[in-house]
């Protein structure tokens, strides 16, 4: 993760409308994720599944938030997260 871009070097379990979630908070699950969406950070899609690199949009600062989560927006489900500090 860098000021302006957010990476994931990995596999994920493909799945439907996969997208990236900054938040202060670090959750493993989706009752966890549901009790703090209204706070967290919509980042983008992650299109990929072995691996992706997104762009942070303008204006967000990443040093404001600890976490960052792969969510499913489809199914509501909780897919992976990474606490960066």
């Known amino acids: 993760m860098s000021a302006g871009e957010i990476v994931h070097e990995g596999k994920l379990a493909p799945g439907p409308d996969y997208v990236v979630y ?29 691996g992706f690199l997104l762009n942070v949009p303008e204006g967000v600062d990443v040093n404001a938030y600890t976490s960052v989560i792969v969510w499913c927006e489809s199914f509501g489900e909780f897919i992976s997260a990474a606490k960066y500090r």
Not at 41 to 47: N, Q, S
Request: proline content about 3%; hydrophobic content about 40%; aromatic content about 10%.
């Open 22 to 50: 900054l938040t202060n908070e670090f959750v493993e699950d989706e009752a966890g994720f549901e009790a703090i969406k209204d706070q967290a950070r919509l980042i983008g899609p992650a299109k990929t599944f072995s």
